[in-house]
Nanobody, 128 residues
Framework: QVQLVESGGGSVQAGGSLILSCVGS??????YGWFRQAPGKEREGVAA????????YYSDTVVGRFAISRDNAKNTVHLQMNSLRPEDTATYYC???????????????????????WGQGTQVTVSS
């Protein structure tokens, strides 16, 4: 498994921005993703990026507001979150998969079960 360490969570008012970072070894990893889970809700995949060509996936709930990027030299994945809303409040998790991006999503969204490695999570709280 790949060790992943997230940082950058915090509290912000609605309309504000935060950037999350995830540092981890890229050995064998083809795709990184960001997931979130709010209390009482299912885990939701919000964004993913392919290591090789940096192609991306976004859920409908964040497209146009969030941006995922990858710095291969620093083994870091970022999630830039803009125009934050109270409903974005959740614990955010970085995840890594040895599968290619096109195999990691369906009409139900990102397939969390195909991500083998997970970070410990970082809390994001958006107040109205």
């Amino acid at each position: 498994q790949v060790q992943l360490v997230e940082s950058g969570g915090g509290s912000v008012q609605a309309g504000g921005s935060l950037i999350l970072s995830c540092v981890g070894s890229a050995y064998g990893v083809l795709t990184y993703g960001w997931f979130r889970q709010a209390p009482g809700k299912e885990r939701e995949g919000v964004a993913a990026i392919a290591v090789r060509d940096h192609s991306t996936y976004y859920s409908d709930t964040v497209v146009g507001r969030f941006a995922i990027s990858r710095d291969n030299a620093k083994n870091t994945v970022h999630l830039q979150m803009n125009s934050l809303r109270p409903e974005d409040t959740a614990t955010y998790y970085c995840a890594a998969s040895r599968s290619v991006l096109r195999d990691l999503w369906s009409n139900k969204g990102l397939l969390s079960g195909l991500f083998e490695s997970w970070g410990q999570g970082t809390q994001v709280t958006v107040s109205s």
